[in-house]
Each structure stands twice: as structure tokens, then as C-alpha cells.
């Protein structure tokens, strides 16, 4: 092959490839894999995060969905009490989520939600009234302990995934926490934050991958994070709403291409995520926030039913993931 190319050539230098040394190949070889390192069996311990709900290892499908914020008290429960009838049908194990304030929103004139203190107080609502499980995120380290009083598991969101305080303040509560991955960070950088949560006797960690920045105004989202986060001793759960998402595509607010949802959920359940994690609204385009990516409410059982059944041929085959390559 290189012959035409040489006789074509007007250059008066012979070029002849190099035969590399097995040597070097072998050092180039280990340092790819100091850089990406192996996933072993990717094998996530056991997280409880209530008496009824546990994640990882040897348990179901995690569900956790919601609306993305508190818009009024009468329609976050609307949507609590259609998810607690899923609940029950499908018989998965859901936690409700809903934020009582979104400070990372692209505008300052966007609505942020009713707030801490009226935002608890409705999120206890939906507990005692549905008997879901709740989750919220934190942005403060101060909102921690008030957070924890009633929510099941701590939510750290994606930009704020390496404040330190933050994130030992959600784990010295007790609750469980869950982290997002930063849109910025490598899956194995994650361990940095299970360190940080277990240097405050934070054992129960779960991680979330909810896509990587790809250039501006885009996220995509490798598949290989999930086992690679996995290697760590987390479950993992995929946010299928916000890897669709498309930060600041539409000037004051983000974008997002929401049917891509069920494309990537299934991807992430046939590649082994531990859960899935879902915005919901009954009517996403007149959402307050979020609404370019979030599912309509109204179609996520039967999204649902299609994961539970990879998840399920996934569990027969007993699949045994691919040994590490020395």
C-alpha cells in the first residue's frame, strides 16, 4: 500500500515506517491503562437508603422521579399521588424527588421554587400523605440537617458535585447521599468524593451520570461511566432527563431534546445502571423549569414497564461482566 504513495510522492526522503519495540508498546499500553482504568466485576455494594428501599448489589431497579421544582403544593402532589399509583401497580421501588430551590438556574429573573422552608413542608405533605420516599438537593452546607429531617436521601447537584463543605454537610446528617456527577469530571474522579464523604463516616454513597460537557451548549453521555463509577463500590443511577439536556440552548433557560429519553434510559439499564432518575411534569412545555427535557408524566409507566423488562432479561442472563485486562 505505502508503494504508490511513495512513487507519487515528489519528496527526495524515503519514508519508512518504524517498527515499534514490544517495550514501548507494552509502556504505551500501561499508560492507557493508568489513564482509563479497569472496571474488575464493576460490582456496587449495597446501599439501604429506608427500611423498605435499598440500591445495588442484589436489589431492583431503583426508580426516583419527580417535577424538577416545587411549582404549586396542589400539583407536586398531584404528581406524587399518580407516581404512588405506579408504585403500587408496578411494584418498583420509587423515591420521590422534587427541589425546593434550583439555585444554579441559567437566569436570575427564572423561578427558583417556594424555598426551603415551605418547600420541606410540602415535601413532608407528599411523604405522609403518598408513603413515598423523598429526595432533594442541597446547595448550602446550612440547608443540610433542615433537608434531612425529611428527606430519605441527600441529592448534591452535578455543579456542585467537588464543594467539599457542601458535601460533608449532607454526609455528617446520617441520610444517605446521592452525588451527581459534574458534567466536568472523569467517572473515576468520583472517588475523591466518596473520600470526602467518608472521612465524615459517610458509608452510603450513590452516584448519578447525567452526561458530560460536549462543546458548548451540549452534553453527551458515555456509557462506560457506569461501570466505571460501579468499580468504585456505588450504584449508579442515570439521569435520563438531564443527559438530554442542552445547557443554555435557549438564552435565559437550558434546552433539551427530550426524545432522547428513552433511548438513553434503556442504553443505561442494558449497560447496568443500579437506577434511573426522571423529571416529570404532566405538562412539560408549560413547566417553570426544566421542561425542554423533562417526560410527561403521562407516559412514564409505560417507559417504565420497557426498562423493567431489560432489567429483567438482564437478571436471567446472570451476566458476569468481562475480567479486567492485565
Known amino acids: 500500500m505505502i508503494r504508490p504513495i511513495l512513487a507519487a510522492s515528489s519528496s527526495p526522503f524515503l519514508i519508512v515506517p518504524r517498527q515499534r519495540p514490544a517495550k514501548e508498546l507494552e509502556k504505551e499500553d500501561s499508560m492507557s491503562h493508568a489513564l482509563y482504568p479497569g472496571v474488575g466485576n464493576a460490582r456496587p455494594r449495597r446501599v439501604v437508603i429506608t427500611e423498605q428501599i435499598a440500591c445495588g448489589q442484589g436489589e431492583p431497579l431503583l426508580v ?31 423515591i420521590f424527588k422534587a427541589s425546593f430551590d434550583k439555585a444554579n438556574r441559567s437566569s436570575a429573573k427564572s423561578y427558583r421554587g417556594p424555598g426551603l422552608e415551605k418547600g420541606l413542608a410540602v415535601l413532608a405533605r407528599v411523604k405522609r400523605e403518598t408513603g413515598l420516599a423523598i429526595t432533594s438537593d442541597i446547595h448550602e452546607p446550612w440547608q443540610a440537617s433542615a433537608a434531612a429531617e425529611v428527606c430519605d436521601l441527600l441529592q448534591i447537584p452535578a455543579f456542585l458535585a467537588r464543594q467539599t463543605d457542601l458535601v460533608q454537610a449532607a454526609g455528617r446528617t446520617g441520610k444517605a447521599v446521592n ?125 417504565l414497564v420497557s426498562l423493567l423488562h431489560i432489567r429483567r432479561s438482564l437478571d436471567e442472563l446472570h451476566e458476569e461482566r468481562l475480567p479486567a485486562v492485565a
Open 64 to 94: 426516583i422521579a419527580g417535577p424538577c421544582v416545587i411549582e404549586s403544593e396542589a400539583l407536586t402532589l398531584h404528581i406524587a399521588e399518580h407516581l404512588a399509583t405506579i408504585r403500587e401497580r408496578l411494584g418498583v421501588s420509587l
Open 179 to 303: 452525588v451527581k456527577k459534574g458534567q466536568f469530571l472523569a467517572p473515576w474522579d468520583m472517588r475523591h468524593i466518596q473520600n470526602k464523604l467518608a472521612e465524615v463516616g459517610c458509608a452510603r454513597v450513590l452516584f448519578t451520570e447525567r452526561g458530560t460537557t460536549f462543546g458548548y451548549g451540549n452534553l453527551v453521555v458515555d456509557m462506560r461511566a457506569i461501570p466505571w463509577m460501579q468499580a468504585l463500590g456505588c450504584p449508579v443511577i442515570f439521569d435520563a432527563t438531564h443527559s438530554v439536556q442542552l445547557p443554555g440552548a435557549a438564552g435565559e433557560r437550558s434546552g433539551g431534546i427530550r426524545e432522547m429519553v428513552p433511548y438513553l434510559a434503556r442504553a443505561a439499564v442494558a449497560c447496568g445502571c443500579d437506577g434511573v432518575f426522571f423529571e416529570v411534569h404532566p405538562n412539560p412545555d408549560t413547566a417553570l423549569s426544566d421542561g425542554a427535557n423533562m417526560w410527561p408524566l403521562q407516559q412514564f409507566e409505560k417507559l
